[in-house]
Each structure stands twice: as C-alpha cells, then as structure tokens.
C-alpha cells in the first residue's frame, strides 16, 4: 500500500511537472511571437518582419560617420539616459542591444531628432524588449530576424537594415544580440549564419556589430571565421574597458569599405555592458 502512495504521488507529482513545462513554454512562445519590426517611432507599431522607407537625408556628415554600440541593460540602473544622452550628441548611428520601450525608452526616443528603428525579441507586460538603432537618417530597408535561447526559450533579435551615404552607396548595418545560454552553439552558429547571408550580395560598405556574448572561445572563432570570410575587420582599442566574461570581450565592432579614423571603449556605469565607439572615414 505505501508503495502504490508513493508511485502515485510520483506520478501526480511529474503530471504537474509537465502541464508546467507546457504552460511554460506556451506563455513564452506567446511572449516571443512573430518577428517584427518598429518603423514610426511615435506611433511604436510593430509591423512584419521586414519594411521600406523613403530617406532624404544621408546618415554620414561630409564623409565621416560616428557610431555607437551599447547593451543598455533594460534600462535598469538609473543614469542610462544621461549616457545615451551623450552618444546621441557625438554618434549618427547608436546601435542598442536590450532595449526596453518603456514609457522611459519611448519618451526619450520622442524627445530626440534621430531616428528610432527596433526589432523586437519578446514582449515583456506588453513592453517590447530587443535591439534598436538611432540614427541621424532613416534606414531605407530593414528586416529583423530571430532565434530562441534552448534553455529559458526567450528569442534574441537582429536587425538587419540599410541607410544611404553621400557617396551614392547603401551602408549594410547588422545589429545582433547573440544566443546566450547555448552550450552547444548550434543555435548561436545558425544565428549568426543567417544574418551573414544577409552580407554577401552587399556591394558596399558593412557595419556587423552589438553584443555578440563571445564568453567562449569557440563562440568567438564562429563570429571570427565568418568576418574573415566576408571581408570584415575588427575594431580595436587602445584603452580596452570593454565587459568580459571568461577574460573575453562580450561586444564588437566589424566593418568593411570604410576607413576608420580612431575608436574608443568607454568606461561607464550606467548599463552591465560599456559603450563601444567608431569613427569612420566614408570612401568616395
């Protein structure tokens, strides 16, 4: 008779552990949804995965182009405005990983002249969270692309998107927030690949940057090994402050058709990542 109580609390007992699991993984893959992407930064409406847009404006300035790279951690610590603040001021294109469009992110982005353009990994209480780009002009294309963490099943987003130089070419620019807890990398090497695709038949000049979470050796040979192939130079820093996990750096910079001028990592507080910037020298 104890025996049977006991096997039948395990079983009552894994039932339950099931229906979690399910109801688990339903509730994120609803958090998740489809991929989609923000164009209209005042009315923050999240269309299909892909969108076009006329521009008027060039995203460089006589040839020179600023940018900015920084995981904003959710804005979570209390002095993230008064650092995006600053890349605004000096950057024509800010590349953001966890942004939350809260009603802080959303008002801010308002108050500011560039450009907003997301794509959205998940939905948190009705809050959008993903990669963002500001950006002096509008992207004249841009899809975004997805994959979902194997363990938590949260998506990670991409943002692949185009804006127009004043030398008459496209600038192809990828923002990635890369797989995290993925041991065996087969998730964060098919994320990777498929936005790589996304570079081989771009005639003209290549920003791939964000926060890659290369705490791995291997993880970093994937994204390595990939540059190398598509012609991509990393850029380097003389002062490095960047964040890193294992020894390694977490986020990166690479790029092709461009000269670039000097770079900088930035020691700040305001997020669990520092800021990563660029000058460039647009080719005529």
Not at 92 to 110: P, R, S, T, W, Y
Request: proline residues 2%; glycine residues 4%.
């Amino acid at each position: 008779m104890k025996k049977r109580r006991i096997i039948k609390g395990f079983a009552i007992i894994t039932a339950l552990f099931v229906a979690l699991a399910v109801l688990y993984f339903s509730l994120i893959k609803y958090l998740n949804g489809e991929p989609q992407i923000m164009l209209n930064k005042q009315q923050a409406q999240f269309i299909e995965q892909c969108g076009e847009q006329h521009s008027q404006q060039y995203l460089d300035s006589n040839g020179v182009l600023n940018l900015a790279v920084w995981n904003i951690f959710k804005q979570k610590r209390s002095h993230w405005q008064q650092e995006l603040s600053k890349l605004v001021q000096s950057h024509q294109l800010i590349l953001l990983q966890e942004a939350k469009l809260n009603n802080g992110l959303h008002d801010f982005v308002n108050s500011i002249e560039q450009h907003a353009l997301m794509a959205k990994a998940f939905k948190l209480f009705n809050t959008p969270v993903g990669v963002m780009n500001l950006s002096q002009s509008r992207a004249t294309q841009a899809c975004v692309y997805t994959e979902v963490e194997p363990y938590i099943r949260f998506a990670k987003s991409s943002l692949v998107a185009e804006y127009p130089l004043s030398n008459g070419q496209s600038l192809l620019v990828v923002n990635l927030h890369g797989i995290n807890f993925d041991f065996k990398l087969h998730r964060f090497d098919k994320q990777i690949n498929l936005v790589f695709t996304q570079l081989e038949h771009h005639q003209g000049p290549v920003i791939f940057a964000g926060d890659f979470n290369t705490w791995s050796l291997d993880r970093l040979s994937i994204i390595q090994q990939l540059a190398k192939r598509h012609h991509l130079v990393e850029v380097s820093y003389d002062v490095d402050v960047r964040t890193r996990i294992f020894g390694l750096p977490l986020d990166h910079i690479y790029y092709r058709g461009m000269n670039l001028i000097q770079s900088k990592s930035v020691n700040s507080s305001a997020s669990d990542h520092t800021p990563i910037t660029a000058k460039f020298k647009i080719e005529r």
